[in-house]
T-cell receptor, first 112, second 114 residues
Framework: GDSVTQMEGPVTLSEEAFLTINCTYT??????LFWYVQYPGEGLQLLLK???ADDKGSNKGFEATYRKETTSFHLEKGSVQVSDSAVYFC???????????WGAGTKLIIKP | DTAVSQTPKYLVTQMGNDKSIKCEQN?????MYWYKQDSKKFLKIMFS???????INETVPNRFSPKSPDKAHLNLHINSLELGDSAVYFC?????????????FGPGTRLTVL
């Protein structure tokens, strides 16, 4: 079945470091791909998304490119801040399905 | 203007009790969800309703019963609470089922069963 695999956390970086959180997926068709972020004590909110191959989603300095050839949607940011500390979830959605398929989440800790 | 709201935010109760969590969305969406997030942050979908009709019912103990009085509300009732029910429960909504739309999440209800 469809699935999403994320790199295990926690990922600990210093402020202004470059961030990559890996996400790969398995799907029988062509899903939409999402990154959601959960700040401490809050619900999840959409960070960015891409609906077809080669699309790049971007928001708040974060970017992810939908790579069909490698079935990946890695999250990147050039210079992280302490306020980026959160749990990041990669997810996919098929047109014919009613539910998001979630990755396990990656906790990101940014130290000043 | 809260888009998806849940009450209560925190719920502490004894084993064996029955409790309810309420969810309301003011986005005009047709589809609503309940998720359970465990202590390791793993998200598991429990139920989904589309316009008051159940469309997703994952393998969840039948002590959990969702109720949707109208498409803006999806409540979760839990009977005979157990220690393992302790978790954060999130409500979410999306414009329609089967599309590629964003899901909008509530702030969560942290349930602690003693």
């Amino acid at each position: 079945g469809d699935s999403v695999t994320q790199m295990e956390g926690p990922v600990t970086l210093s402020e202004e470091a470059f961030l990559t959180i890996n996400c790969t997926y398995t799907a029988t068709g062509y899903p939409s791909l999402f990154w959601y972020v959960q700040y401490p004590g809050e619900g999840l909110q959409l960070l960015l998304k891409a609906t077809k191959a080669d699309d790049k989603g971007s928001n708040k300095g974060f970017e992810a490119t939908y790579r069909k050839e490698t079935t990946s949607f890695h999250l990147e940011k050039g210079s992280v801040q302490v306020s980026d500390s959160a749990v990041y979830f990669c997810a996919l959605l098929m047109d014919s399905n009613y539910q998001l398929i979630w990755g396990a989440g990656t906790k990101l800790i940014i130290k000043p | 203007d809260t888009a998806v709201s849940q009450t209560p935010k925190y719920l502490v109760t004894q084993m064996g009790n029955d409790k309810s969590i309420k969810c309301e969305q003011n986005l005009g969406h047709d589809t609503m969800y309940w998720y359970k997030q465990d202590s390791k942050k793993f998200l598991k979908i429990m139920f989904s309703y589309n316009n008051k009709e159940l469309i997703i019912n994952e393998t969840v103990p039948n002590r959990f019963s969702p109720k949707s009085p109208d498409k803006a509300h999806l409540n979760l009732h839990i009977n005979s609470l157990e220690l393992g029910d302790s978790a954060v429960y999130f409500c979410a909504s999306t414009p329609m089922a089967g599309g590629r739309d964003t899901q909008y999440f509530g702030p969560g209800t942290r349930l602690t069963v003693l």
